[in-house]
C-alpha cells in the first residue's frame, strides 16, 4: 500500500484517502482501487437509507475484506452483491488493520440504515490486536514502524489506547526501546520463526533446492504437535481472550444480526489439515453471542490441494480473484438464510403488532 492511497487517521491509525482512483502496483501490471467519499474502496457512495424492498449489508475486516491484489469489483463482497438479489453490501475493510481497528472504525463510521453486520476475521489477527505498533515497508521498500490503537483489558471490560494514535514514524534505528517487544510484524506467522522462537526468517536457499523448502514446510504442517496459532490452543489464552472480547461487545453492541466470517491463514489454507484450534473458539464465541457463522476451511478442504493454491496471491498472501469468487460463491447460501429469516421476523412483527 503507498502513502498515496492510505492516509493518516488520529483514531483508526489509518484509513483510505477519499474520492481516489489509483493503480497499486502488484502482479501483471497491478489493479485498480477507486474509493469513496467516506474514505473507504468502493464503486459507490455510503448513502445513509437504504432503498426500498433491498436487504443491505456492512462488512468490516482486514486487506482480505478490503481486496488487496484486486480490484474492488472482483472483491468477495461486490461478488456476493451479484450473486444474491435484492442484497447491497458496504466494504468497510480497511488493509492493515485488526478487529480493534476495524470496532473503532465501526463506531465512528457506520451510521447508515444495515440489516446485517458482517465480520470478516483473518485468524492471524489475534496477533494483531495484541501489538502497539506496526512493521511495514515504505514505497521504496525500507523498513518503517507506525503505531496503532489498540485495547487493554482492564477488570475484564475494554479500555481503549493510543488515542490520539501518535502520527510519528520509526525506523529501525530510532524505534524506542521500549516498543519493540509491541511491535507486530508483516512476517508475524513465518513457519520458521514459530519453530525457532525468533523473529529472525529462514535463510535464502538456492533456486535450485527451492523444492526442498515445500516439502519441509508440508513435513512440519503433518507434525502432530504443530500448532499454526497457538493463541487459540485453549479458550484462556491472552491472545484470544482480548480478540474475543473485542468481538463479544461489537456482537453485542449490534441492533441487527451478526455474521462472523473466519478465513484460515494461508499457510493452512493450502495444507491438507488443520493444524489450529482456532475453529472450536469461534465456535463457541458463536454459540455464547448467538451470532451465525462461517468459516471458510470445510470448504477449502474439498479442493485439491494444488487447485487450492489457485486461490491465495503467492506474492502477496492474500486472496487471488478466484478465491474472492469462491468465498462469495459459498457465502451466498449463508447470506440468503439469514435474509430469509429476517424477513420472516419482520413480516411476524407486522403481523403481531397488527401493521
Request: charged share 25%.
Amino acid at each position: 500500500m503507498t502513502r498515496t492511497l492510505m492516509r493518516y487517521d488520529s483514531e483508526v491509525g489509518a484509513l483510505y484517502t477519499p474520492n481516489l482512483k489509483l493503480r497499486v502496483a502488484g502482479e501483471k501490471g497491478g489493479y485498480l482501487v477507486r474509493t469513496n467519499e467516506a474514505g473507504f474502496r468502493s464503486e459507490r457512495e455510503f448513502t445513509d437509507r437504504r432503498n426500498s424492498g433491498w436487504f443491505r449489508a456492512v462488512m468490516f475486516g482486514d486487506s482480505q475484506t478490503a481486496g488487496d491484489g484486486v480490484p474492488n469489483t472482483q472483491r468477495f463482497s461486490d461478488r456476493l452483491e451479484q450473486k444474491v438479489p435484492g442484497l447491497e453490501v458496504f466494504n468497510y475493510g480497511i488493509s492493515g488493520t485488526g478487529p480493534d481497528q476495524q470496532f473503532l472504525a465501526y463506531r465512528r463510521f457506520c451510521n447508515v440504515e444495515h440489516d446485517l453486520l458482517i465480520l470478516v476475521v483473518y485468524v492471524e489477527n489475534v496477533r494483531r490486536v495484541c501489538k502497539r505498533v506496526i512493521k511495514a515497508r515504505d514505497p521504496n521498500g525500507k523498513t518503517i514502524f507506525y503505531s496503532k490503537p489498540y485495547f487493554e483489558l482492564v477488570k475484564g471490560k475494554l479500555e481503549p489506547r493510543n488515542i490520539p494514535v501518535p502520527k510519528q514514524i520509526w525506523s529501525e534505528v530510532s524505534l524506542p526501546n521500549e516498543l519493540k517487544p509491541h511491535v507486530y510484524s508483516y512476517n508475524e506467522t513465518n513457519i520458521f520463526q514459530q519453530i525457532t522462537g525468533t523473529k529472525v526468517s529462514a535463510p535464502r536457499l538456492p533456486k535450485i533446492l527451492a523444492p526442498l523448502r515445500s516439502v519441509l514446510k508440508a513435513g512440519i504442517l503433518r507434525f502432530p504437535g504443530f500448532r499454526m496459532l497457538p493463541e487459540y490452543n485453549t479458550s484462556t489464552t491472552s491472545g484470544w481472550v482480548l480478540l474475543r472480547t473485542i468481538l463479544e461487545d461489537w456482537i453485542r453492541s449490534s441492533s441487527c444480526p451478526v455474521l462472523v466470517v473466519t478465513i484460515p491463514h494461508c499457510v493452512t489454507f493450502l495444507s491438507s489439515r488443520n493444524p489450529t484450534r482456532y475453529r472450536v473458539r469461534f465456535n463457541e464465541l458463536a454459540r455464547d453471542t448467538n451470532c451465525h457463522h462461517y468459516d471458510f476451511l470445510p470448504d477449502l478442504l474439498k479442493i485439491p490441494p494444488d487447485d487450492r493454491r489457485t486461490l491465495w496471491l503467492d506474492w502477496s498472501g492474500h486472496l487471488s480473484t478466484a478465491g474472492h469468487e469462491m468465498l462469495a460463491e459459498v457465502l451466498k447460501p449463508v447470506i440468503q438464510r439469514i435474509m430469509h429469516r429476517v424477513h420472516l421476523a419482520v413480516n411476524n412483527d407486522h403481523v403481531g403488532t397488527g401493521r
